[in-house]
Each structure stands twice: as structure tokens, then as C-alpha cells.
């Protein structure tokens, strides 16, 4: 969308916050009305904004509520994993409206390419979004085309929006995996309306979205968040970089897998049998996802105690893991928290695979508005 600075605040503003009567929106972004009037008219006439009837009985157009039209336009949003591909299409507001999963025929990037070409068809349905988020763990950025590194893929310096985008006929952007779901969290999801935050995913990996003062935080080169291996006890199990006793080798779904086949003496055990047996009160497997919780609290309590963040979002595939070991979670997070410090808050997202291209699409709809 080719928006001036000013209309595309109070687009933003309407599509994180509408509806707003006018008079709402010209005060939250120190606006006088005839400004408003002349940035709102454009998008009026266009249909990205609507009128709603406001309150009856109250008088006068600035109270009229303006909402954005939330299909108007679509996006892509595309998740990478090492075997597989999920695709989604989204509306201005990021509700899902189509979605598939593909299977990757190898990591050839010609072949990936052509399987994404192909998902987003599929979701277009003859309707093409207007721009294609990738998503995908590994050192990528909003800020460059290329995926300069992707250990699951095996790929280096591989200018990937390019490719897409030459396959497609249609903008793509690139965005590291966790940054993508933090990008819709902010906006969407459990940290709608918050400034500061931080998102913390748990799963195959561990990862950290951040954002300050309603900025997401990239870093050089697009690293950033690399909370894995901080350290959690130098005595402790190691992960599969050879890492003793870091956060990845307690919290990391492969880690605790590993941990619990090895203790238990039961080779083929998955994640959810050992969180079952945690839950029902097995000794050993309780002792594994209590560390688990130790170590995820002091890590919250790190990202806490050095942003001051409002609030910490906790999701990904094995969040569901908190329930068994909040106890020891909520003891080290109290622990490791800075004194001088208020508790924060902490929400538990509930995830689907799914979210990951849906924070694609999300980086899609923010570079399309322009919006950092």
C-alpha cells in the first residue's frame, strides 16, 4: 500500500485498535480533525475504511466509528521446516481464510521454490495476495532478500525472496522464523496493545522474538534472540552442540526426549509419553520437566531482568508442557528476577503449527504498509 507516513499511522492505528470514533483516533495521534479528514478520506473512498453506526442518541460525525475492511487484502505466509512447507492466506486483520502443508522434495532450493510457488496458488485460488512473507529458522531478515545461513536446510547465501518473488509475479519478504510469530503476537495475538515484550518458543528449538518501544528487534545481520545456550548449570546435560548444561539441552523438546529414553531406559519414547508420564506423577519424568521449568523461569527471568518488558508471551509446539511444571517455573522466575524489579507477567499462547506461517503472512502485511 503506498501510504504517507501520516496515513499509514492512522491506518495502523484503526487496524490494531478500531474501530475508533475520529475524535479517538486525532487524539491518540495528536491529530487536528480537517488533518484527519483529509488522511481518512482516501481510505474511505477506497474501502480500506468504514463508517460503523456509533452509539444511538449521540450526535455529530466525529463520533462515528471507522474500522478497516479487513478484506480488502490478502496475504501469504509461508513456514519452512526441514521436511515440509506451511502455507496460509490471510486477511488484513491475519485471520486465516485458506492453509495446506506440503511435503519438500529434498532441500534443492529450485525444487523449495517451486513448492512454495505452488502453495501459494493453492491458497490464492485464482485471487493473488499481495505480497508472500517466507518464514524459516535460521539467519534471515525483513531487511535482506537473502538467507544467509538455514542449518535445517543447508543453505547459505541463497537470495530467496528473489526467487519467490520470480516465481510468484509477487513481493516477497523474508523473516526469521520466531521474529515472524513475535511480529504477529505483537500485533494479533497475546501482546496485542503492549510496547515492550518478549516472545519465548518452545519446541524443537528455543527461541526469542523481541520488541521495545513497538519496534521488533532484528539485530546486526539479523541475529538476535539467541537464547539457547545461555548458560543454566555447567554441571548439567548437553545438547547436541556440545553445550553441558545449557538452556537447550533442559528445555529443548529433542533434549528432554533424550533425557527421558536414557533415564527411563525406554528408547522409542516420545515428548508427549514422557509428558504424560510426568503429569501422573512418575518420578524421574516429573525430575526432568521440573529442571525443564527451572531452567525456562531463569530464562524468562534473564530476558526480563535486561528489557523490563510488559509482559512475556511463552509458545511453540511444547508449551503445553508448562502445565506440569509451572510450580518449578514460577519459583525460578521469583528467584532470578531482579530485586528491584515487579514481577512480570506471563501468558502461555496456545500454538499451532499453522502460527508460524501466519507470522509470515503478518511480516508480508507490514512490509507491504512499510511499517518496521
Known amino acids: 500500500m503506498n501510504l504517507s507516513p501520516a496515513a499509514r499511522a492512522v491506518f495502523v492505528e484503526l487496524l490494531l485498535h478500531g474501530p475508533l470514533s475520529r475524535a479517538e483516533v486525532a487524539r491518540r495521534l495528536d491529530l487536528s480533525p480537517s488533518v484527519l479528514t483529509k488522511l481518512t478520506r482516501p481510505l474511505l473512498q477506497s474501502g480500506y475504511l468504514v463508517e460503523e453506526p456509533g452509539p444511538a442518541g449521540v450526535p455529530g460525525r466525529p463520533s462515528v466509528p471507522l474500522r478497516v475492511d479487513h478484506s480488502r487484502r490478502a496475504y501469504a505466509g509461508i513456514k519452512l521446516t526441514d521436511s515440509e512447507l506451511f502455507a496460509v492466506r490471510t486477511d488484513l486483520g491475519a485471520t486465516v481464510t485458506a492453509e495446506v502443508r506440503m511435503p519438500l522434495d529434498g532441500h534443492d532450493v529450485a525444487r523449495v521454490v517451486d513448492r512454495i510457488a505452488a502453495a501459494v496458488a493453492f491458497v490464492s485460488a485464482g485471487d493473488p495476495p499481495a505480497a508472500v512473507g517466507v518464514s524459516l529458522a535460521g539467519t534471515a531478515s525483513r531487511t535482506d532478500a537473502v538467507v544467509h545461513h538455514s542449518p535445517f536446510l543447508g543453505w547459505h547465501d541463497v537470495p530467496l525472496a528473489a526467487l519467490v518473488s520470480a516465481a510468484t509475479g509477487l513481493p516477497a519478504v523474508l523473516e526469521n522464523d520466531v521474529r515472524a510469530l513475535t511480529a504477529a ?49 555447567g554441571r548439567g546435560p548437553i545438547c547436541e552442540r556440545g553445550h553441558r548444561g545449557c538452556a537447550r539441552a533442559y528445555v529443548a523438546a529433542p533434549s528432554i526426549r533424550r533425557s527421558a529414553r536414557a533415564a527411563l531406559d525406554r528408547p522409542r519414547l516420545t515428548f508427549d509419553q514422557a509428558l504424560d508420564l510426568a503429569r501422573s506423577g512418575d518420578p524421574v519424568a516429573r525430575r526432568i520437566f521440573d529442571e525443564a521449568g527451572l531452567a525456562l523461569g531463569r530464562i524468562v ?53 499453522t502460527e508460524w506461517a501466519r507470522g509470515a503472512a503478518v511480516v508480508a502485511l507490514r512490509h507491504d504498509l512499510g511499517v518496521p
Open 301 to 353: 527471568a534473564t530476558i526480563a531482568n535486561l528489557i523490563g518488558p510488559e509482559v512475556v508471551v511463552l509458545s511453540g509446539e511444547t508449551v503445553h508442557m508448562h502445565a506440569v511444571c509451572e510450580a518449578a517455573f514460577e519459583a525460578a522466575l521469583a528467584e532470578h528476577t531482579h530485586w528491584t524489579s515487579e514481577p512480570v507477567e506471563v501468558r502461555v499462547q496456545p500454538f499451532a503449527f
Open 185 to 233: 503476537v505483537h500485533w494479533f495475538g497475546a501482546a496485542a496493545g503492549h510496547r515492550t515484550f518478549a516472545l519465548v518458543t518452545v519446541g524443537e528449538g528455543l527461541g526469542c522474538g523481541i520488541v521495545v518501544d513497538d519496534r521488533l528487534v532484528a539485530g546486526t545481520a539479523g541475529v538476535s534472540g539467541q537464547i539457547g545456550h545461555l548458560a543454566i548449570d
